[in-house]
């Protein structure tokens, strides 16, 4: 029987590749800067920041609007408070929030929110970040992580695949950001986690 790996991972090898970013010297921002305006008038490319970085295409078809609720456990024990929730850019490169920050405390182990691969595992803009690719062609990403797998790795639903490191986007305060990709464009993923409400708590 073929691994869940040897079927996953080669489609997805080609897109992931811009994903096995090393080191990014550019500081970290919460936004993707629009594309400037190059000489003879065509577009140069954008400025990435984490989120760029991890969201390389997976395949073609059509993108749907809203996910399928319920379909992913929560990467953290005991369930987490809402740090900031999602807000969908107007634009590709617009300003938004693309995932969602999860209260918690540096060390505490990060769970992979559904079975699939792991995609990318690598530092983005200073922060230690972890991509799965899941068999329904969704992608999940962790940061700021301490990873604990390696690309090519097959993870069970809920299995550990790090910890929870230092720096992330609540500076002072900790949080896990998680993202959810389908191709290049991002989802809530508190859609695909089924909660029905978010209760935001004031960062210290």
């Not at 550990?160 to 464009?185: E, F």
């Amino acid at each position: 029987m073929r691994s869940l790996a040897s079927v996953l991972l080669p489609a997805a090898a080609a897109a992931l590749a811009v994903t096995t970013v090393s080191t990014v010297v550019a500081p970290a921002r919460t936004s993707v800067e629009p594309p400037q305006v190059a000489t003879g008038g065509a577009p140069a490319p954008p400025v990435h920041d984490t989120h760029a970085a991890l969201a390389a295409p997976t395949g073609d078809g059509p993108v749907p609007q809203v996910a399928p609720r319920g379909r992913w456990m929560w990467p953290l024990t005991p369930r987490p408070s809402v740090a900031r929730p999602f807000v969908r850019p107007a634009t590709t490169w617009g300003a938004g929030h693309r995932g969602v920050d999860l209260t918690s405390s540096q060390g505490s182990a990060v769970r992979a929110v559904d079975a699939g691969v792991v995609a990318h595992v690598g530092v983005v803009a200073g922060r230690g970040t972890v991509t799965v690719l899941h068999r329904s062609g969704l992608r999940s990403t962790y940061e700021p992580v301490d990873p604990g797998v390696a690309v090519g790795d097959e993870v069970g639903r809920g299995q550990v695949i790090g910890t929870v490191s230092a720096g992330g986007h609540c500076l002072p305060s900790t949080c896990l950001h998680l993202g959810a990709l389908r191709g290049t464009r991002y989802l809530d993923p508190m859609t695909l986690l089924g909660a029905a409400r978010v209760r935001l708590l004031p960062l210290r």
